[in-house]
């Protein structure tokens, strides 16, 4: 059986007791990692565009509207590629042709 338990110190302590034998370990949150994607304010992302990949871009906008719906929303949050909302929409870059796979993983940071 596995419970959870807190020591002297207040810091969680993970419980496992199998037959007689009880085993306490210490308990301590994985640190969430830094992020490895970039974010943009969405002005700077244009800006981040080639002139032939920003035409590309408005056009691609114009005649999706799932993009356009995208574009809205980035106007005001930004550009964060740990965004779900946003990663869901980056592929819709590459297949519209506004990016190319390997032009899209250098703005994300990757």
Known sequence: ???ME???AG???KVTRIGNSVI???FLPVAQAPSVWRSYGYAEFIDALTPDEAVAFVQAKAA???LEVWVELARVR???FDDPATRAAAPLLVSLGVLTSARLDELMGG
């Open 78 to 80: 930004g550009i964060n």
């Open 64 to 66: 999706q509207p799932r």
């Open 1 to 3: 059986m596995i419970s």
């Open 24 to 26: 306490r370990e210490l």
């Open 11 to 13: 810091e969680p302590v």
């Open 6 to 8: 807190t020591n002297e």
